[in-house]
């Protein structure tokens, strides 16, 4: 028996949905890094998505557990730094969906929370498992760290996790890049410079 999270974005025209076996196993943090502050703040999320401090609330997931049904046209995505990691959002109406490494050979996708939208099938998803990148958060951070899980550490479990897919070869299918291929659905968007200043620039709203 496997359970299911419906997925869309705010306006409807982007829908799937994530099948896993166990809705409370599910693993979810919240995170206060410079770079998921600045995807949300340029898709001009900050009131829906962060907490009272900056964090984004995200699910991990595997590519494979996860299915586009429509608006897959929609997709854009952000490389923030040139990096290695693309933040995905769907463009009809700006809703952040999540963020994967550059390469589907990497089977991993941290999924913004909001992207599901059933408040009740949100609820039955476990507890936060920790919150990452403290220093980047804003007010009253005191009563979270508590939660505070170290960077490296939330490194290795992340490691593992696409370790033991890429081993049972989940890492495909993904609805993210082409059916087979490297390359992601749209072609990944640099920031203009104006942009970069106006969601690096100050603390979190
Ligand atoms: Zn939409
Ligand atoms: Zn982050």
Do not use: N
């Amino acid at each position: 028996m496997s359970d299911q999270l419906s997925l869309s974005c705010r306006c409807g025209a982007v829908q799937g949905h994530m099948t896993v076996e166990d809705l409370a196993a599910i693993p979810r943090y919240v995170c206060y890094c410079d770079d998921c502050q600045a995807f949300i703040r340029y898709l001009d999320r900050a009131e829906e998505v962060f907490d009272g401090c900056g964090g984004t609330e995200v699910v991990h997931a595997t590519p494979a557990s996860l299915h586009l049904d429509s608006g897959t046209e929609h997709l854009r995505c952000l490389d923030l730094r040139g990096g290695g990691t693309l933040r995905w959002f769907a463009a009809c109406c700006g809703s952040p969906i999540g963020s994967t490494p550059k390469s589907p050979g990497f089977p991993f996708v941290s999924l913004v929370a909001t992207f599901i939208r059933d408040t009740r099938e949100k609820a039955s998803i476990g507890p936060i498992r920790g919150r990452l990148m403290l220093k980047y958060a804003s007010g009253d951070v005191g009563p979270l760290r508590k939660d505070a899980l170290p960077a490296f550490r939330m490194f290795l479990r992340v490691a593992r996790t696409m370790l033991i897919e890429r081993l049972l070869r989940r890492h495909r299918p993904t609805p993210f890049f082409q059916a087979g291929g490297a390359s992601p659905l749209s072609p990944p968007q640099a920031l203009t410079a104006q942009e970069r200043a106006r969601v690096y620039g100050g603390p979190a709203a």
